[in-house]
């Protein structure tokens, strides 16, 4: 029962830090992110009327289009993830796979609703 229990704060803690260190190093990005995929699941219908082809663009212009500024956030969240665990390198392993898992599946879901909805307007 405790090592249940246990295992399920631990597995919430680490939920809570992972979103919250791709948070940190870019916020902007994935606040929306999270509008956009929110929108999606009221109505995807309509997402188009709210966020405009236009603002997706910027976006992706601002925070992914080059690797340089890519790679500006992952190594921001490596070194934070380094300070935070130092010779930990166990549990580094497992926090980074997750929180590279996480980033990429929200850009995933972010490039597929992307393409669904205006791939309709070009």
């Known amino acids: 029962e405790h090592v249940s229990k246990a295992k399920r704060n631990y597995d919430k803690a680490r939920r809570a830090y992972v979103k919250w260190c791709v948070r940190y190093?870019?916020?902007?990005?994935?606040?929306?992110w999270d509008d956009f995929e929110q929108r999606v699941l009221?109505?995807?219908e309509t997402v188009s009327v709210y966020i405009s082809s236009q603002k997706v663009r910027m976006i992706c212009t601002e925070y992914l289009d080059s690797d340089k500024k890519i790679k500006k956030f992952v190594n921001g969240m490596f070194n934070r993830l380094k300070k935070h665990l130092?010779?930990?390198?166990?549990?580094?392993?497992?926090?980074?796979?997750?929180?590279?898992?996480?980033?990429?599946?929200?850009?995933k879901k972010f490039k597929a609703n992307v393409d669904k909805i205006y791939q309709q307007q070009n």
Do not use: P, Q, V
């Not at 190093?25 to 929306?32: K, V």
């Not at 010779?87 to 392993?93: K, P, R, T, W």
């Open 25 to 32: 190093e870019c916020e902007a990005l994935t606040d929306f």
């Open 42 to 44: 009221n109505d995807m």
């Open 86 to 107: 130092g010779d930990n390198d166990i549990l580094f392993s497992k926090i980074w796979r997750k929180i590279a898992e996480y980033f990429c599946s929200k850009y």
